[in-house]
């Protein structure tokens, strides 16, 4: 069981930068790929970007591209994700997830923290 708790959102002005955290516990996190997803409001869940066992390989929504980057320190059993350049687009609530670098799905799941953007 791997447990995760996400922290680092809050309110920032268009343009500024956030950065998120995602503390694992329960197993190592080495073997896990992480990954990091949003839920506006009246919106389904959508993928942001996720990041292999490892740490060398990527992958980004579009939308994000550019803008944001993950990264994960296996010593600290944590996953990033920095935000910088920040639309009004972006506000909604970002969820940490992680699965087993054998799986296709994303099992474990954070609570959520709030990312509001303002003009």
């Known amino acids: 069981q791997v447990t995760l708790v996400e922290s680092g959102g809050g309110l920032v002005q268009a343009g500024g930068s956030l950065r998120l955290s995602c503390v694992a516990s329960?197993?190592?996190?080495?073997?896990?790929?992480g990954g990091w997803f949003r839920q506006a409001p009246g919106k389904e869940r959508e993928f942001v970007a996720h990041?292999?066992?490892?740490?060398?390989?990527?992958a980004y929504a579009d939308s994000v591209k550019g803008r944001f980057t993950i990264s994960k320190d296996n010593a600290k059993n944590t996953v990033y994700l920095q935000m910088n350049s920040l639309k009004l687009e972006d506000t909604a609530v970002y969820y940490c997830?992680?699965?087993?670098?054998?799986?296709?799905?994303?099992?474990?799941w954070g609570q959520g923290t709030q990312v509001t953007v303002s003009s």
């Open positions: 329960g197993r190592t996190f080495s073997t896990y790929t």
């Open positions: 997830a992680a699965r087993h670098y054998s799986a296709s799905q994303f099992y474990y």
């Open positions: 990041i292999n066992w490892s740490g060398s390989s990527t």
